[in-house]
């Protein structure tokens, strides 16, 4: 493991952000402790639940139950399907129910929009994390996520679960492109930048939202073959010594907590056998004692249920005593609630840590301006007009050109030139904006196709941008190239999240090689561009190919990956993972990037 030094450009923009750094969230404690002395127990765990969209049948559950948060999952939308208005109105009916019980808290309502608002049809997608991990740019990943919160905003939601700060170290693991990178310095470098992006200067702001780093610790150290569904990484167990876990995987939560993240979300995985949602001394000690994280915890999807997966109330009773703050209870929050109150009457989980858990829920509150009575905490449509906008769109394309990374360019055959004949271009990534923009889009899966309104495929990109006497040619398995100037074949992955992204073999998917093969037994030159959420295992494909370009999961802007391949911009992106010439045997260590 290589610990990278920070790039003096990187200290630069982290120094000047974090000087900015925000108020002790503990600086709320009079406002806080005073409402808290008036809180009924009920209205205390309400506070600590959060229940997912989807599985609310009634939204009076908000009035009745006092909750405190709402989520959206990865598969849940508004009723009148996914559009900014349809969202804008689901966060606003919600929001009023909260307002009408007897304290008038407003809710916590939170979403993935871990690369842009990326539920809502037109919202801008930018790269994955792992793109914008090889452009080593921190004042790029600030100005992205501050643009992610303003479109998330524009829905009213007020909490995006997202930076992503784990750091993968198995390419195998299905959740590998939401790290930046394997290295832990390229991550605690972003960490910063990407909350002080989402949260703005101060959570007050209203443009920004609450940031929550992810998943709290150890989730990409998890070993093959100990997930907890199937046979790969996900969810599995982290089996490192102490100085490992901290060296490794802790790195970005120091930054994360530095930056004044108000939450964090304990991992699914295990650390030597230990579930993270229960483990008290890492979520307490280390954590809010060591780390001085004066936040709350919010655990994931379900997570709790898996502590003792035949006893949810002793499971309860497990993550809340180890520090849990709040729990993300999709479906059976009643259940939660009613075990909870039960646990607390019979001395199980003390009064203590109940007024504990909503001190750190409402000193965020606070700092948010949402219990201030002359701000409205409903939807601001005013930012409708900047959703998915140009200017918004042009920054994801920067982005896009800056994450590209060139591996080989033999024979100068990059860049194309815009003035060629005939560019074939060929491959099942070529024209299609869902394999463009990965799990984590419109669905929790992501899908191919025309997933989303906007933004523009590689092959549309590359057609508008040559010369007028350029034809460009297409087909998907790179038949058809005899005769042009070049080939450019573009493949990889199809869209995929979490464990159903575990793969034991990297290898390129066999109708891939054959669109190369395909393409190469023409005669031409042929590029080849790999649109995929980790290095893949090229083999021969490395050979045949005279260049290759890792452009990893793009987003909507595939204008982004036609500046570079057509010479607009040069190449600039650096790797961030190793690129792997079989598995655990790296072809390019992380730094490698070429240009022309
Ligand atoms: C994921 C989290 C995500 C949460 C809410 C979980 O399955 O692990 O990253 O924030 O769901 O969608
Ligand atoms: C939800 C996601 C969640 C996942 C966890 C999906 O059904 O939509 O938000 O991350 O389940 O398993």
């Known amino acids: 493991m290589r610990i990278t030094t920070l790039s003096i450009a990187g200290l630069v923009v982290a120094a000047a952000l974090i000087s900015s750094t925000p108020m002790r969230l503990s600086s709320f404690d009079p406002q806080v402790n005073e409402l808290l002395g008036r809180m009924t127990l009920d209205e205390k765990i309400g506070q600590m639940t959060q229940a997912d969209k989807e599985f609310v049948k009634d939204p009076t559950d908000v009035e009745t139950l006092f909750l405190g948060s709402i989520l959206n999952g990865g598969n849940s939308d508004p009723d009148d399907g996914n559009s900014l208005e349809a969202w804008t ?10 307002l009408k019980t007897r304290l008038r808290i407003p809710l916590l309502y939170g979403v993935d929009s871990v690369h842009g608002h990326s539920n809502v049809l037109g919202a801008v997608i930018f790269p994955h994390n792992i793109g914008l991990g090889c452009t080593r740019n921190a004042a790029l990943v600030n100005r992205i996520m501050q643009i992610a919160a303003e479109e998330t905003r524009a829905t009213g939601i007020n909490w995006a679960f997202a930076p992503c700060v784990t750091v993968p170290q198995d390419p195998r693991w299905g959740r590998t492109y939401e790290g930046y990178s394997e290295d832990p310095g390229i991550v605690r470098d972003f960490a910063g930048p990407a909350v002080l992006g989402l949260q703005s200067d101060s959570l007050a702001n209203p443009l920004g939202v609450l940031a929550c780093a992810k998943h709290y610790v150890g989730d990409g150290g998890t070993a093959f073959g100990s997930a907890r569904k199937g046979k790969g990484l996900d969810q599995g167990d982290t089996r490192v010594d102490e100085a490992t876990l901290r060296r490794v995987h802790l790195q970005g939560y120091y930054a994360a907590v530095r930056a004044g993240v108000g939450s964090i979300m304990p991992s699914y995985s295990s650390w030597n056998g230990v579930k993270m949602s229960g483990n008290k001394y890492l979520l307490t000690d280390v954590l809010k004692g060591e780390l001085g994280f004066e936040g709350f915890l919010i655990s994931d999807y379900n997570a709790i249920d898996q502590i003792k997966p035949d006893d949810y109330k002793a499971s309860i009773e497990i993550s809340i005593n180890a520090g849990m703050d709040m729990g993300m209870i999709p479906g059976r929050y009643k259940e939660y609630i009613r075990d909870l109150k039960a646990l607390v009457s019979d001395g199980q989980v003390p009064m203590s840590r109940i007024d504990d858990a909503v001190r750190r829920i409402l000193r965020v509150k606070f ?7 002359n701000r409205s905490v409903m939807a601001d449509r005013r930012l409708h007009k900047n959703f998915g906008s140009p200017e918004h769109r042009a920054v994801a394309r920067e982005a896009v050109r800056e994450s590209l990374v060139l591996l080989k360019n033999g024979k100068k055959t990059l860049p ?3 003035t060629a004949r005939r560019i074939h271009v060929a491959g099942k990534n070529a024209d299609d904006l869902g394999n463009q923009c990965g799990g984590w889009t419109i669905t929790w899966q992501g899908k191919s196709g025309a997933v989303t309104t906007g933004g523009t495929t590689i ?10 006497t350029t034809k460009v040619t297409f087909s998907a398995d790179g038949s058809g190239a005899a005769g042009a100037d070049i080939a450019v074949v573009i493949v990889g992955e199809k869209p995929y999240a979490e464990g159903v992204g575990d793969r034991a073999d990297l290898s390129l998917a066999p109708e891939d090689a054959a669109a190369l093969k395909n393409a190469k037994s023409a005669g031409v030159p042929v590029a080849l561009i790999i649109v995929s959420g980790r290095p893949l295992v090229l083999g021969e494909a490395m050979e045949q190919a005279d260049a290759v370009v890792a452009a990893w999961l793009p987003g909507t802007e595939g204008q982004g990956v036609a500046d570079v391949l057509l010479g607009d911009y040069k190449p600039t992106g650096k790797l961030s993972f190793s690129w792997p010439q079989a598995m655990g045997k790296a072809l390019f260590p992380v730094g490698y990037g070429l240009s022309y």
Not at 89 to 98: L, P, R
Not at 367 to 373: N, P, T
């Open 89 to 98: 109105n689901m966060y606003d009916g919600f929001q009023k129910h909260a």
């Open 367 to 373: 700092a948010m301006g949402l219990m201030d009575a």
């Open 416 to 418: 194309l030139a815009k």
């Open 459 to 468: 092959l549309a990109a590359l057609k508008s941008s040559v010369s007028k």
